[in-house]
């Protein structure tokens, strides 16, 4: 047991030594460390400022609930802007007309074919015949710019002429 002891003491100086350097160490450590959760301390308070929350968590659920809401609103005006869409296609927005002298009398290009129809190529061609006697007004229904009934010339033209419109 005094060997034991006569090797503590003579080693005594070199593990004080180390301790002292292990606790120098330490101390640096834990005061780095202090600075690091002081300044991250002042960033979380800087971000909760303001908020009315008094906690992370409870901002993070109410950020996330705000999204959600976001999300829904932006899904419903999608709708509506899809609907709107094809309500603007079915609208009869390509009109052309072509006055003609459909008989070649004396009389004025009196007579007229006027087609109305939508981006889906689906409307209508209304004609109308005059002369010095009588006028005739005929309308044959178009689905996808073709019609059942036999068109003139005149009304395939115009047909036409309302396709190239934008």
Known sequence: MSELNELFSE???????LMS???IIMLILII???????????????M??????EDLESLLIELKNQADMLEEGQREQKAYLEAAQAKIRGMKSKVAMKRY???????????FSLAILDDNRNGVVLTSLH??????????????GESPYPLSPEEKEVIALALQQN
Do not use: C, H, W
């Not at 080693?11 to 030594?17: D, E, G, I």
């Not at 909760?48 to 929350?53: T, Y």
């Not at 002369?131 to 996808?144: A, C, F, M, Q, V």
């Open 21 to 23: 350097v292990l606790i």
């Open 11 to 17: 080693q005594l100086a070199a593990v004080l030594m």
């Open 48 to 53: 909760m400022a303001g908020s009315g929350v």
């Open 131 to 144: 002369n010095r006697e009588n006028s005739y007004i005929y309308s044959k229904p178009l689905t996808g």
């Open 32 to 46: 780095v460390q202090g600075a690091k959760i002081r300044k991250m301390r002042r960033r979380y308070e800087a």
């Open 101 to 111: 002298n459909a008989f070649g009398e004396r009389g004025n290009e009196m007579s």
